[in-house]
């Protein structure tokens, strides 16, 4: 009885040591999976966190794609505007040349009617020869052209197509101080804006080396004392002018359509 007992004992020791191993293995299986559980909960909020900046990514893409989009319309706006306002600029600057020739035509056209008045059909005619000194934009040669004469335009400005197409017109784009005529001319006419005393010699110089016959010429007048010191100039011109031989006659006069400048006819009599 005693030893049925002994072995009793011992299998329930066996089997509770078992029971206690099992337990253990247990344990040991729980901690693992809670361990799982735990990398497996980091591992879907790292996942969570890469979604949410992947949206947040998109998002920022897409707003920078409608920002290039609208900057890309504002710019091409822009351009058109500029292509816009260049254009009504060089219309104005077109208008505004065109009201320099005309300006300038009526000038010439007063200086005429009140130089030449009734002999202005016999002095100025078809077949005459005429040089132009600062001739753009070209409301003197236009004049001219239309009245038969054959003019030499001298200016590095641009001649207006209406000038360059009223009649036998030669445009030379040069500085027209040091010009020389190939043959002598009818008619100089020059409305270059310089010092007066520099236009003052170049007409002399044309004169004097008989280039031309007669010349109405402006001579701006930035002096103080005007009028006298012009005065003083023509002159001078015409003793000179007299003096190389020949007798000349000058006519000065500050027109309508003059501002700080005189219109002087100078011919040889
Ligand atoms: C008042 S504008 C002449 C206007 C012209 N008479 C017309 O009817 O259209 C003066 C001109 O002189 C020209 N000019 C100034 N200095 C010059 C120079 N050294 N040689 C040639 N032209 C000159 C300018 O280019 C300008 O076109």
Same mark, same amino acid.
């Given at each position: 009885m005693?030893?049925?007992?002994l072995?009793l004992n011992?299998e329930?020791?066996?089997l509770?040591?078992?029971a206690?191993q099992?337990?253990?293995?247990?344990k +040991?299986?729980?901690d693992a999976l809670?361990?799982?559980?735990?990398?497996i909960d980091?591992?879907v909020?790292?996942?969570?966190?890469?979604?949410?900046?992947?949206?947040?990514?998109?998002?920022?893409? +897409?707003?920078?794609?409608?920002?290039k989009?609208?900057?890309d319309?504002?710019?091409?706006q822009?351009?058109?505007?500029?292509?816009?306002?260049e254009? #009504?600029l060089?219309?104005?600057?077109?208008?505004?040349?065109t009201?320099?020739?005309?300006?300038?035509?009526?000038?010439?056209?007063?200086?005429?009617? *009140?130089?030449?008045?009734?002999?202005?059909e016999r002095l100025l005619?078809?077949?005459?020869?005429?040089?132009d000194?600062g001739?753009?934009?070209?409301?003197w040669?236009?004049?001219l052209a239309?009245?038969?004469l054959?003019?030499?335009?001298v200016d590095r400005?641009?001649?207006?197509?209406?000038?360059?197409?009223?009649?036998?017109?030669?445009?030379?784009?040069q500085?027209a101080?040091p010009? #020389?005529p190939?043959?002598?001319?009818?008619?100089?006419?020059?409305?270059?804006?310089?010092?007066?005393?520099r236009?003052a010699?170049?007409?002399? #110089?044309?004169f004097?080396?008989?280039?031309?016959r007669q010349a109405?010429?402006?001579l701006?007048l930035?002096? +103080?004392?005007?009028y006298r010191?012009?005065a003083l100039?023509?002159?001078?011109?015409v003793a000179?002018l007299?003096?190389?031989g020949?007798?000349?006659?000058?006519?000065?006069?500050?027109? *309508?359509?003059d501002?700080?400048e005189i219109?002087?006819w100078? #011919?040889r009599?």
């Amino acid at each position: 009885m005693a030893e049925f007992s002994l072995a009793l004992n011992e299998e329930q020791e066996q089997l509770k040591e078992l029971a206690e191993q099992q337990l253990q293995q247990l344990k +040991k299986r729980v901690d693992a999976l809670q361990t799982e559980i735990k990398q497996i909960d980091t591992e879907v909020k790292l996942q969570a966190q890469r979604v949410a900046s992947a949206k947040e990514q998109a998002q920022r893409f +897409k707003q920078l794609a409608a920002e290039k989009f609208v900057s890309d319309i504002v710019a091409r706006q822009k351009q058109d505007e500029a292509t816009d306002q260049e254009i #009504r600029l060089q219309a104005l600057r077109r208008q505004r040349s065109t009201l320099d020739r005309d300006l300038s035509a009526a000038k010439l056209e007063e200086a005429l009617l *009140y130089f030449l008045g009734d002999e202005a059909e016999r002095l100025l005619r078809s077949g005459m020869s005429a040089v132009d000194l600062g001739a753009a934009p070209g409301g003197w040669t236009w004049i001219l052209a239309r009245r038969g004469l054959a003019v030499t335009a001298v200016d590095r400005g641009a001649l207006s197509p209406q000038a360059q197409h009223a009649g036998a017109v030669r445009h030379l784009a040069q500085d027209a101080f040091p010009f #020389r005529p190939a043959h002598p001319v009818d008619w100089l006419v020059c409305d270059i804006v310089d010092k007066p005393a520099r236009v003052a010699e170049l007409i002399e #110089r044309w004169f004097l080396n008989g280039w031309c016959r007669q010349a109405i010429f402006n001579l701006k007048l930035p002096m +103080k004392q005007r009028y006298r010191d012009a005065a003083l100039m023509l002159a001078r011109i015409v003793a000179e002018l007299e003096d190389g031989g020949g007798r000349v006659a000058c006519t000065a006069r500050q027109l *309508y359509h003059d501002r700080e400048e005189i219109t002087v006819w100078l #011919r040889r009599i």
